[in-house]
């Protein structure tokens, strides 16, 4: 069965540096792997994704995420975080049904000025 | 935003009663999703359909019901709220091709008392 965890129920960086929330899966074929984030009160917004090819992923506001095959691992990185950054982050993949996705626990981004 | 509007925003209602939650769409998408969010359990699949009068179950259907008469529309329903279905709800749709990301409507928080 597919699934990811994200091992970090919090995140806390200062303004301007940079911002990694972690995220492993688990697959039995190829993995496809998501990213959202979540602002209060708001439905989920989708940040970037990766289905195959070049390893790092560049996706909205400045984000983007390292795929790793060997670790199992698909980070969500900033080089340079903003207070406007601060949200709930989730990772999630498609699993082998087409069309459903298994998401992470999240990842609360507390981002300080 | 893709065009996505749940009705209510909120709603409490007690222990028992029948309580009905809605999803439109504008986006004329194949997909749609309910998923329901809890603190440390990230979203969790309630049901979703794949077309008119075409739904399935997903992870956590229990007590919950779906129906979709028309492309745009797709109804949740609690046939008998308790107080463990106190959640956000969320509907989600997507274009149907392999591997698009899911857009999210604004929630429905809902409380059982």
């Known amino acids: 069965a597919q699934s990811v965890a994200q091992p970090e129920d919090q995140v806390n960086v200062a303004e301007g540096n940079p911002l990694t929330v972690k995220c492993t899966y688990s697959v039995s074929g190829n993995p496809y792997l998501f990213w959202y984030v979540q602002y209060p009160n708001r439905g989920l917004q989708f940040l970037l994704k990766y289905i195959t090819g070049d390893n790092l992923v560049k996706g909205s506001y400045g984000f983007e995420a390292e795929f790793n095959k060997s670790q199992t691992s698909f980070h969500l990185k900033k080089p340079s975080a903003l207070v406007s950054d601060s949200a709930l982050y989730f990772c999630?993949?498609?699993?082998?049904?087409?069309?459903?996705?298994?998401f992470g626990a999240g990842t609360q981004v507390v981002v300080t000025p | 935003d893709a065009g996505i509007t749940q009705s209510p925003r909120h709603k409490v209602t007690e222990t028992g009663t029948p309580v009905t939650l809605r999803c439109h769409q504008t986006e004329n998408h194949r997909y749609m999703y309910w998923y329901r969010q809890d603190p440390g359990h990230g979203l969790r699949l309630i049901h979703y359909?794949?077309?008119?009068?075409?739904?399935d179950k997903g992870e956590v259907s229990d007590g919950y019901s779906v129906s979709r008469s028309k492309t745009e529309d797709f109804l949740l329903t609690l046939e008998s709220a308790t107080s463990s279905q106190t959640s956000v709800y969320f509907c989600?749709?997507?274009?149907?091709?392999?591997?698009?990301?899911?857009?999210f409507g604004n929630g429905t928080r809902l409380t059982v008392t």
């Open positions: 359909s794949y077309g008119v009068k075409d739904t």
């Open positions: 989600a749709i997507s274009g149907g091709d392999y591997n698009s990301p899911l857009h």
């Open positions: 999630a993949v498609e699993t082998d049904s087409w069309g459903k996705f298994q």
